[in-house]
């Protein structure tokens, strides 16, 4: 096998096992790959940091660890963000960085096999493409899948260094 075969089979076995968070913002739905996710906590107001993007609500402190909070509805420019009973932060591990994502709520878990994932059409939305796995349907369902190492590592978000690929 060449490298370039050994690597689509591993991705089509990553794909083929890929199990998926849901989590809503506004009326949409959303889905992380799973094993990026450390665990669920409910909100607790972060402290806030001088000079910080607005996105970044403030950091908490879990278990010792100073943990960056974002807030993904003003992340993706989704309206003032509300904080109640179903507001969860995701804590995420990103290339050995620990990051709270604040979402409207969480849902579920999804498997998707490969055929459930559709490309992103490419247009100007509020997420940059480039930040897209694909759209996952399930029944009724669609979810905008985010590669969130890509997301995390951007330069616009300034929180981690780029993964090596």
Known sequence: MTTASIAATASETDIATNEFLAFTLGKEEYGIHILKVQEL???????????APDFIKGVVNLRGIIVPIIDMRIKFNLGTPTYD??????????????????????????????????????????????????????????????????????AEMGLIDKIAA
């Open 41 to 51: 906590r409910g909100y607790e107001e972060p402290t806030r940091i001088a000079n």
């Open 85 to 154: 009973q179903f507001t969860v932060v995701i804590i995420l591990n990103i290339g050995g960085r620990i990051v709270g994502m604040v979402v409207d709520s969480v849902s579920d878990v999804i498997t998707l096999s490969p055929d459930q994932v559709k490309p992103a059409p490419e247009m100007g939305t509020a997420l940059n493409t480039d930040y897209l796995i694909g759209l996952g349907t399930v029944d009724q369902r669609m979810l905008i899948l985010v590669d969130i190492d890509k997301l995390m590592s951007s």
